[in-house]
Nanobody
Framework: QVQLVESGGGSVQAGGSLRLSCATSGYTYSSNCMGWFRQAPGKEREGVAAIYTGGGNTVYADSVKGRFTISQDNAKKKVYLQMNSLKPEDTAMYYC?????????????????WGQGTQVTVSS
């Protein structure tokens, strides 16, 4: 069974950086399709970035394109989200997700495994 554990969240000033990590375990096809999502209080869940770990292909939401980078380390079985030039609007709970219904998608419905989340707070 796939298990996901996020880490790396915290509080930073606007313009700062954070790197989130997602540690994965379990043997399943769904582990090849990974994504990062975020949700702020009172707002809908938003897909941030996705990666196909089998080839390294990536997709980003327009709101983070050019500032965030999703990457992988297959040897360590980890997926990362490097967040630069952070804005207060980036404040949210960030979740790592895995699925097998389709790769390189920012739709939460495509993912069936989720981590517990890590909080990111950006102050101005």
């Amino acid at each position: 069974q796939v298990q996901l554990v996020e880490s790396g969240g915290g509080s930073v000033q606007a313009g700062g950086s954070l790197r989130l990590s997602c540690a994965t375990s379990g043997y399943t096809y769904s582990s090849n399709c990974m994504g990062w999502f975020r949700q702020a209080p009172g707002k809908e869940r938003e897909g941030v970035a996705a990666i196909y770990t089998g080839g390294g292909n990536t997709v980003y939401a327009d709101s983070v394109k050019g500032r965030f980078t999703i990457s992988q380390d297959n040897a360590k079985k980890k997926v990362y989200l490097q967040m630069n030039s952070l804005k207060p609007e980036d404040t949210a709970m960030y979740y790592c997700a895995a699925g097998h219904l389709g790769c390189l998608t920012l739709l939460g419905m495509a993912y069936n495994y989720w981590g517990q989340g890590t909080q990111v707070t950006v102050s101005s």
